[in-house]
């Protein structure tokens, strides 16, 4: 019976240096990644006051997001491994942490820079042609986006964003932390937070309150930059 042996241990050999080499790259992938930070404000966290204070703003960044970025960081680790073993079963699995927590992340990154000290008045130039446009005036956008927002049910953001395809702006309002782009399309221009550790010291149950004061603090020229590059 002739032998398999000589022609199959070189195979053998060349698919181990592969799976070996495969490992390695994965390995130095993993190590080179950037883990998420927690972004700096531009401002301090009684600069929102009275509209949003201090209390509210320092856990909400300092602790609530900062919790979205370790659990993200984590998150990653873990999807890394199950993908350097090919377990599949186990990157099903850590989908719904990865909505959750990069979700999180995203929104509130685009959250802070949507905010400002002196902020509030009116978009200028291309932006409000827009909203003028698509809405019929800013203040009914702002009744529509404001509607939209206070009806969330549970936790959740209201968002303004920009239909690539249409080339027209959006309401829309998204559950938990889901992502606006990752889950309509839509890219983000101005969010709104409502889950209750975004108010509820301040505004106890009256969230329409909270969405009414939070337009004296919204930074129109970042939505603004945000229309401009959506629109490249
Ligand atoms: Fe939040």
Known sequence: MPSTTGSFFPLFCFLSRCAVSLSQSICKIAASRQKHTLPDLTYDYGALEPHINAEIMQLHHSKHHATYVNNLNVTEEKYEEALAKGDVTA????????KFNGGGHINHTIFWT???????????????????RDFGSFQKMKEKMAAVTVA???????????EKETGRLRIAACANQDPLQGTTGLIPLLGIDVWEHAYYLQYKNV????VKAI???INWENVHERLQIAKK
Do not use: T
């Not at 949507?114 to 003028?132: C, D, R």
């Open 91 to 98: 990157q099903v699995a850590l989908q719904p942490a990865l």
């Open 152 to 162: 969330v049910q549970g936790s959740g953001w209201g968002w303004l964003g920009y």
């Open 215 to 217: 337009w004296n603090v």
């Open 207 to 210: 969230r329409p309150d909270y």
């Open 114 to 132: 949507n905010l400002s000290p002196n902020g509030g008045g009116e978009p200028q130039g291309e932006l409000m042609e827009a909203i003028k």
